[in-house]
């Protein structure tokens, strides 16, 4: 099979790679290509990759092309993990956020919003090339902000795109060590958009032991949501919520603490892998060596801002275990390329999970998987409050299509102002003035 991965030369990249060392399968991966439009940054990752499976016999090719076409002709599977802007456009997002007041976080809030208004038109372009160069590939969505940009591509590939996060995995895999299971025998009541969901119930052998976590003090401010939360809250809901609804929950903490900070996450990041990339540039560096202490550093410091808010100290060793995003990615793409029937928590068309949506709304949600694609499993109802943040920020993604789909510049301030974390519209008038200048791609908004 053909796997192509665009956004080849994104540091993540060779976390799928090593995924895909491990599957001696019939039916696996045997060539990657790299797509991206950065030629350097591919090169470099494409040396990571050489050193990955130098040893490993029947290793996947790997091919580089900048020719997005090319790339596309003759796939079976497309992970799409583009970062239109690059890390500079994230960090402008949260900078011009932040002035103003509000969160600039790269998927919540007026952040969030930025980076769709950059992403989408480029998402889309993808995904009508697709329908016309790989009718039969499925895509697969990494790109932020995922529940998004999945359905803005769902419009032109129906179900044959699906989107990931392996938030909800990670979140599932805690709770579930905390109370003693395994964590694949685990079914997860969970449902949400993406980066806002809620874990109600984790049933083994058909028993809830949720209710066990919640009634236990200790236990509950023993792990990351635990410590994010705290143990009253999280028991006033009777739920685990999602880590990024932290930025809803303790919006103001999160805001000042990014504020004090001496740099925001995207300043940080691509401060860091400038430096990485531009070690890649020496011949001589030993290339896996370096992307793997950059990795160990990157996730050390995952989500800091909000730790440091909820006076949550350092991540635990076991939650940068590797298994993350490019495990859910290999899993879907397993399931549907051997028929091989799979339970994951996926982006996904609503059809009639939640009522209060509409059927091609996208949600996060417990799918089954096999070779027809990935299908919503019955959940149990959010209650009122999530409800409310659910309709409010799908509300909020709907203008944001439409803005760009219109090139409305209006419809954009009205997402913005629309945005829970967002309280004003003339803040909203002054973000979509500050992005504007920021970002010369916005100049389509009219």
């Known amino acids: ?20 060392l491990g599957d001696r399968a019939e039916g696996r991966v045997t060539e990657v290509v790299l797509h991206d439009v950065d030629d350097d940054r591919a090169a470099a990752i494409a040396r990571v990759l050489a050193e990955q499976g130098a040893r490993v016999p029947d290793a996947p090719g ?19 993990a583009i970062r239109v802007g690059g890390l500079e456009g994230r960090a402008a997002d949260e900078r011009v956020a932040l002035a103003e007041g509000v969160l600039g976080q790269e998927t919540v809030g007026a952040g969030g919003i930025a980076y769709g208004l950059r992403t989408v038109p480029v998402a889309v372009d993808i995904a009508r090339r697709v329908a016309r160069l790989a009718p039969d590939a499925w895509v697969i969505n990494f790109t932020n902000p995922a529940g998004l940009v999945t359905e803005a591509m769902s419009r032109h590939l129906g179900d044959r795109v699906i989107g990931i996060c392996d938030s909800p995995v990670g979140l599932g895999r805690r709770v579930a060590r905390l109370l003693g299971a395994e964590p694949r025998r685990a079914w997860l009541d969970y449902v949400g958009l993406n980066h806002l969901g809620w874990l109600s119930g984790l049933h083994v052998d058909g028993e809830d032991l949720l209710p066990r976590l919640l009634a236990d003090r200790d236990l509950l401010e023993s792990f990351e949501e635990g410590k994010l939360f705290g143990a ?41 892998q400038a430096r990485f ?31 440091e808010a909820a006076g949550a100290g350092e991540r635990a060793a076991e939650d940068m275990e590797s298994g993350g995003y490019e495990q859910v990615a290999l899993a879907l ?32 949600v417990p799918c089954t998987v096999d070779a027809s694609g990935a ?11 999530a409800t409310g943040l659910v309709c409010a ?3 909020v993604e709907r203008e944001v ?24 519209v003339s803040v909203a008038r002054r973000l979509m003035d500050g992005y504007g200048q920021a970002h010369p791609g916005l100049a389509y908004l009219t």
């Open 375 to 385: 299908r919503p499993a019955t959940v149990s109802p959010l209650p009122g409050h």
């Open 333 to 364: 793409m397993r399931a549907i390329a051997r028929d091989e029937r799979a339970q994951l928590i996926l982006n996904v068309r609503n059809r009639t999970t939640l009522p209060q949506l509409d059927t091609d709304a996208v949600i996060e």
């Open 277 to 307: 990339y531009a070690r890649m540039r020496d011949p001589e560096t030993a290339a896996f060596a370096a992307w793997e202490a950059t990795r160990v550093e990157r996730e050390a410091t995952y989500m800091a801002h909000s730790r």
């Open 401 to 424: 299509l439409a803005a760009v789909e219109s090139g409305s510049r209006a419809t954009a301030v009205k997402a913005f102002a629309l945005h829970p974390l967002v309280d004003s």
């Open 1 to 20: 099979m053909r796997l192509v991965i665009l956004g080849g030369g994104g540091f993540r990249v060779p976390l799928v790679y090593r995924a895909l």
């Open 393 to 395: 920020v799908k509300a």
């Open 232 to 272: 009253d809250w999280l028991r006033s809901l009777g739920a685990i919520p999602n880590e990024y609804l932290h930025y809803y929950y303790f919006n103001r903490e999160a805001v000042r603490a990014y504020r004090q900070a001496e740099r925001t996450r995207g300043a940080f990041l691509h401060d860091q």
């Open 62 to 80: 790997v091919r580089v092309t900048a020719d997005l076409d090319e790339a596309l002709r003759g796939a079976d599977f497309v992970f799409s």
